[in-house]
T-cell receptor, first 114, second 111 residues
């Protein structure tokens, strides 16, 4: 099992550009989570999906952020336009069931917005 | 805000048991206690979880007090590779609402 796959692993972009982060969850998992980690705020939940449907997006910081899960094997987190304060490590995690189970995290995407 | 509080850092000698405390006095009766750890530059890794009873797996043991207000994660024979930030968090058993992480405990294993 390859685990949760995220791409790219590193992204450097300029302020105002659109950024798209990608995640492939573990096959068979039906919950998917996006987290953001910064030194100041720690690890924060942004949004999560169950069976491809967004359940809670209250952690999404503002309208510049959007997330989709078009099918069970793929999700994207988009930032448009990006700002320097969006610089962080973004983690995707998946879980096999909605009822209290362990989450498996990907390696993260380190985003730097100049 | 996180429902758990942990000491910011701890040291432990290699080969000794590392005991990491966590206070979670406000979690509800149906919330599980979860422990994750994050080794530098990697994604968090699940360690163990429990509701009321003590739990043990190949990585660690989890001791939950009878009143469920606190718990202790025990790494029985710490190695240098156990140096990481350890997070204690809680999650309702009724649905995976995502995890709320606090600052965690930075455990440093000394050779």
């Amino acid at each position: 099992d390859a685990g949760v796959i995220q791409s790219p692993r590193h992204e450097v972009t300029e302020m105002g550009q659109e950024v798209t982060l990608r995640c492939k969850p573990i096959s068979g998992h039906n919950s998917l989570f996006w987290y953001r980690q910064t030194m100041m705020r720690g690890l924060e939940l942004l949004i999560y999906f169950n069976n491809n449907v967004p359940i809670d997006d209250s952690g999404m910081p503002e309208d510049r952020f959007s997330a989709k899960m078009p099918n069970a094997s793929f999700s994207t987190l988009k930032i448009q336009p990006s700002e320097p304060r969006d610089s962080a490590v973004y983690f995707c995690a998946s879980s096999p069931t909605r009822v209290s189970d362990t989450q498996y995290f990907g390696p993260g995407t380190r985003l730097t917005v100049l | 805000d996180a429902k758990t509080t942990q000491p910011p850092s701890m040291d432990c000698a290699e080969g000794r048991a590392a005991n990491l405390p966590c206070n979670h006095s406000t979690i509800s009766g149906n919330e599980y206690v979860y422990w994750y750890r994050q080794i530098h530059s990697q994604g968090p890794q699940y360690i163990i979880h429990g509701l009321k009873n003590n739990e043990t797996n190949e990585m660690a043991s989890l001791i939950i007090t009878e009143d469920r207000k606190s718990s202790t994660l025990i790494l029985p024979h710490a190695t240098l590779r156990d140096t990481a930030v350890y997070y204690c968090t809680s999650e309702s058993g009724g649905g995976a609402d995502g995890l709320t992480f606090g600052k965690g405990t930075h455990l440093i294993i000394q050779p």
